[in-house]
């Protein structure tokens, strides 16, 4: 089959569901091709968290932030290597999109907290589970127009390149060809390729190695977008810079069963029950420090004062009685018995967990360099998970300008070609905070679609 229309989206993740609602509300038909069977890539299965400074939310917290420490927190905490007027374009949109999400009808709860590796309680939560209210929001918006159409089982193979410009999609459905030809152009939002096993170990310059490492992603994030847009001339930079998490779930990778609601209350322990790392820190420092413990194993360690009863949820809507009696955490009613039940000696367990408590008394730093505390750990019964480096993110891509338009090695525009997303590099630099990746694909999406539909 055969169709025209002005704005192709490749993806139906979070960055391309932003591209096509936003391409519409700025004038433009739009088609979104989805490899898979359903839309949401990686949205769907995150935790949720959408760091933005200068939220309303924050100042009724007490909480002091500003775009700039999230320029600086964001810009240093991936060593410098992102592009500056990017990461600017970034921390500046985060809270008009919340704004923008939120006026498509999406509900974030009113407490803003610290994410895994994300250095700053910045992070907005939305009020259904997971990602998917970022989904559904974008979803609902697309059901109200007949101007958006959504091919799902429909995989994008090749940019169609005319008169120097790029004009459409060679594709490929359940039953056969799709050509798509789009009379402005194209936005990549494919994402990255945190499940392709072949890129990860061909582009790595991270880590020691990744030979047969889980991933947390979903199984499409196998790189595609990178091999369609460098054959057309795209540059690809950063691709070494390869995220994994210390917090995988040890079995299948996934994020899914992690015990932790934010990082001030929780510690890590190794096998031998002893604490490692400042649990605040940077994704990469956390997970370098795990690699060198025993098995590269931890146990998340917390009290029950996010779980009074058991049945509250953690942030995959996973109740933790669900995850104790499944086998997936594990609960004592002292520190004593929680130690024999994940078979770390006792002594040990206790005293990181003594010492924890000292440091959340003055608020650190302490001997591991922490500073974020909220509350100590000593409301029983207390619970542990099992957690392993996972990979989460590939931090490197196709280059684009703040227009989100794709940039060739020459640094020309490829006429017709945007780009947003994880399929992006020079966003988040050699390490991404946490909370960004949400922020940075509703930003950028929306930047590209209104690219696109502008002819930009
Ligand atoms: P982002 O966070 O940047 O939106 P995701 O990985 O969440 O990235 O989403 C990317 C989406 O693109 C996924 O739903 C994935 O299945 C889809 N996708 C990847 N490659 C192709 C392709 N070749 N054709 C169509 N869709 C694709």
Not at 70 to 98: M, S
Not at 271 to 277: A, M, P, Q, T, Y
Not at 355 to 372: H, I, Q, V, W
Request: aromatic share 6%; charged share 20%; net charge negative.
């Amino acid at each position: 089959v055969e169709y025209t229309t002005d704005v192709v989206v490749i993806g139906g993740g979070g960055a391309g569901l932003a591209a096509a609602v936003s391409a519409h509300q700025n004038g433009a038909k739009v088609i979104v091709l989805e490899k898979m069977p359903r839309l949401g890539g990686n949205t769907i299965l995150s935790g949720g968290a959408f760091n933005a400074a200068g939220s309303p939310r924050q100042v009724a917290q007490g909480i002091e932030d500003s775009v700039e420490l999230h320029y600086t927190q964001t810009f240093e905490g991936g060593d410098e290597q992102g592009t500056p007027e990017l990461v600017r374009i970034l921390v500046e949109n985060a809270y008009p999109a919340v704004e923008w999400l939120e006026s498509l009808g999406m509900k974030f709860n009113d407490e803003v907290f610290t994410v895994l590796g994300g250095l700053w309680p910045r992070a907005h939560r939305p009020s259904t589970p997971l990602g998917t209210g970022f989904i559904d929001t974008y979803q609902e918006y697309i059901n109200a127009t007949d101007d958006i159409e959504v091919l799902l089982d429909t995989e994008a193979l090749e940019l169609i390149v005319a008169d120097g410009k790029i004009a459409g999609v060679m594709a490929k459905g359940l039953k056969g060809d799709v050509i798509v030809h789009a009379n402005n152009g194209v936005v990549l939002a494919t994402g990255g390729f945190a499940v392709n096993n072949e890129l990860l170990e061909a582009y790595n310059q991270s880590w020691p190695s990744l030979a047969g490492i889980k991933s947390t992603n979903h199984p499409g994030a196998t790189g595609d977008g990178l091999v369609m847009a460098e054959a057309v001339g795209a540059n690809l930079i950063g691709l070494g810079d390869i995220q994994l998490l210390p917090l995988g779930d040890p079995n299948t990778g996934s994020l899914a069963g992690n015990i932790e609601k934010g990082v001030e209350n929780r510690i890590f322990v190794n096998k031998s029950g002893d604490r490692f790392v400042d649990e605040g820190a940077r994704r990469d420092v956390m997970t370098l420090a795990l690699m060198e413990q025993q098995d590269s194993f931890l146990w998340v360690i917390i009290d029950s004062s996010d779980y009074p009863t058991g049945d509250e949820k953690n942030n995959f809507n996973e109740s933790m009685n669900e995850l104790v009696e499944q086998g997936r955490a594990f609960k004592g009613d002292t520190l004593e018995e929680l130690a024999a039940a994940i078979d770390v000696p006792a002594e040990n367990l206790v005293k990181a967990v003594e010492e924890f408590n000292k440091a959340a008394e003055t608020g650190g730093p302490d001997a591991f360099g922490r500073t974020l505390f909220e509350r100590k750990i000593e409301q029983g019964p207390f619970y542990a998970g099992a957690r392993m480096p996972t990979v989460h993110h590939t931090m490197g891509g196709v280059e684009i300008n703040t227009y989100a338009q794709v940039l060739d090695g020459n640094g020309a525009v490829i006429s017709g070609l945007y780009a947003a997303g994880e399929v992006t590099g020079g966003i988040h630099g050699s390490n991404r905070l946490g909370g960004n990746a949400l922020a940075d694909i509703a930003v950028f999406g929306r930047i590209a679609g209104e690219s696109a539909a502008a002819k930009k």
